[in-house]
């Protein structure tokens, strides 16, 4: 099993940036995606981005490129989003999710773990 916990969240103007966290623990070895996800009230979970936990290949939405990277710090086995120039449509509970597959997957079922989420809420 892999767990992962996610830090960062909080309300920022818009303009704004914040940077999330995700931590992993436990079968970290058999990881080979880390990818962030986002659900906002009323909407289904859409994807935002993935990293490929050892080449690091990233991948995103096109409503974020340009304004989240992604990255990645092995030695603690933590992946980083960092928003910038946030909008009010931003809005989510953010998710991080881990894979044990290559590539860079952008759906959902293809994860295997999941954090608990975290908010973020961008005010206008």
């Known amino acids: 099993q892999v767990q992962l916990v996610e830090s960062g969240g909080g309300l920022v103007q818009a303009g704004g940036s914040l940077r999330l966290s995700c931590t992993a623990s436990g079968r970290t070895f058999s990881v080979y995606v880390m990818g962030w996800f986002r659900q906002a009230p009323g909407k289904e979970r859409e994807f935002v981005g993935v990293?490929?936990?050892?080449?690091?290949?990233?991948a995103y939405v096109d409503s974020v490129k340009g304004r989240f990277t992604i990255s990645r710090d092995n030695a603690k086995n933590t992946v980083h989003l960092q928003m910038s120039s946030l909008k009010p449509e931003d809005t989510a509970v953010y998710y991080c999710a881990a894979a044990a597959r290559g590539g860079l997957p952008q759906i959902p079922s293809l994860y295997d773990y999941w954090g608990l989420g975290t908010q973020v809420t961008v005010s206008s």
């Open positions: 990293i490929n936990w050892v080449g690091g290949r990233t």
